[in-house]
Structure formats: C-alpha cells, structure tokens
C-alpha cells in the first residue's frame, strides 16, 4: 500500500537534460524515483499523444488500469472522457493526455487497490515532469480535468468549480509562468517562446462517474469540452 508521505525528492534529477522528444522523457521516467508512489505503482504512467497535438489534457493520476497497463485513461473514466470528446467534436488525433502524477496511489483493501487523492507532495514531485513534456508540446489549448490537475499547473488557490469552462490566457495562468514560456529549439540549447495558448479547467470524467446525477455531470463535461473545439481556429 502507498504510503502518505511529507516530502519527497522531487522528479527533476531523473529528467536527462540531453532528452529531445517526448519518448525520451517517456524512457527516462520508467525509472523515476522521485517520491515513493513508485514502490507500489506497477509502471511509471507517462502520457501519450503526438507532440505536435493541438489540445494536451492534465488529469490526475493513472488508475487502477493504467496502472496494469502502462497508458493514460484506459479506464473507466478514459472511456467517458473518449464519448466526452467525440460529442463536444473534438478530434481525438490532436489530443495528448497525460497526468499530473505518473504513478497510482491507492490503498488496499483485500485484494482490491482503491484510489487515493495525491498528496500535494506528490504533486510537488511530479511536476518536473509536466513541465518538461510541456517543453515538448506546442498546444493552442490545454485543458485541466479536475482539482489535482488545477493544483500542479494554477496552484493551490485556483477552484475548478469557480473558473470551469473559462478560457484563460496560457501560460500566464500558471502559477509559474516562467517554467512553460520557452521551449527547446535545437541540441545545443537553444530556445524560444511558446505561441500563446489558451487554458480551460473542467471536472475530471471520474467526477462523472460519482455524480448522483450522471447525466447532468456528462452534459457539463461536454459543454466544456465543446468550448475548447470552438476555440480552435480553422
């Protein structure tokens, strides 16, 4: 069972600087050791998606099945959130998903491994890896699925349920901006600002999912989902 934790070394000395792509990073992050989810986790859960994908969903953390498989939602709440896009018109080929935590927390009870919410410390930890998959991306928007999500790239202050469904200025609504405003150009170091972009916060599909009122929570979903394919030019 995942152990709570205080602290954590942080994920940023297992990130070689010399990694290029996306499937660099992917490589490298099967052995991270930055806090001790990993002792649990069966694999590290990287994202997945094309690097040049013009929308990059952040959710939480992988599932009990992503967990057993080694990819973002392909779980229950994946399944949802792949009906969400289809409705809301967005083409799944231009999405890259990831998560804010790469390793599953959980608790065990019996034989069953129940999910358990990422400590900020493990939020803290992780986030190296974000950022440096979002040096390799260049969205025209990114979309925050749920609190933990919200929490790793706009800070703790930041409440999905006041601000879900805006369209906000990217990456000036981070809580650091300095750490997504360039990116790598060449080997040798080079760099340059991103494009502006766009963020949009909505609820996490597994929210859906334990909704008293499912229905009403998918159509909020969608709704959403539906203002980002809106914004997206051509």
């Known amino acids: 069972m995942a152990e709570q934790t205080g602290s954590a070394p ?55 099945m992503e967990d057993q498989k080694g990819l973002p939602f392909v779980g229950p709440a994946g399944r949802l959130l792949r009906r969400a896009v289809d409705d809301a018109g967005l083409d799944p080929g231009q999405l890259y998903l990831t998560n804010a935590v790469k390793h599953f927390r959980f608790e065990l009870r019996g034989k069953r491994r129940i999910h358990q919410t990422p400590d900020q410390a493990h939020i803290t930890a992780c986030r190296p890896w974000l950022v440096a998959e979002f040096a390799r991306l260049r969205p025209e928007i990114v979309v925050v699925l749920g609190a933990t999500a919200a929490k790793a790239l706009l800070g703790p202050s930041f409440r999905v349920t006041r601000q879900r469904g805006e369209l906000l200025p990217w990456p000036e609504s981070a809580q650091h901006p300095a750490d997504f405003r360039q990116v790598p150009v060449d080997n040798a170091g080079k760099r340059a600002d991103v494009p502006q972009a766009r963020l949009l916060a909505t609820i996490h599909p597994s929210a859906v999912l334990r909704a008293d009122d499912q229905d009403k929570a998918y159509e909020g ?13 051509g």
């Open 10 to 64: 942080g994920a940023q000395r297992f990130i070689p600087p010399d990694a290029d792509t996306i499937d660099d990073l992917r490589t490298a992050a099967g052995g991270c050791r930055g806090c001790e989810l990993y002792r649990d986790a069966s694999q590290t859960v990287f994202g997945r998606g094309d690097e040049s994908a013009r929308v990059v969903l952040v959710g939480e953390q992988p599932g009990d």
């Open 221 to 233: 979903l969608v709704a959403d989902l539906t203002v980002v394919t809106r914004a997206l030019p």
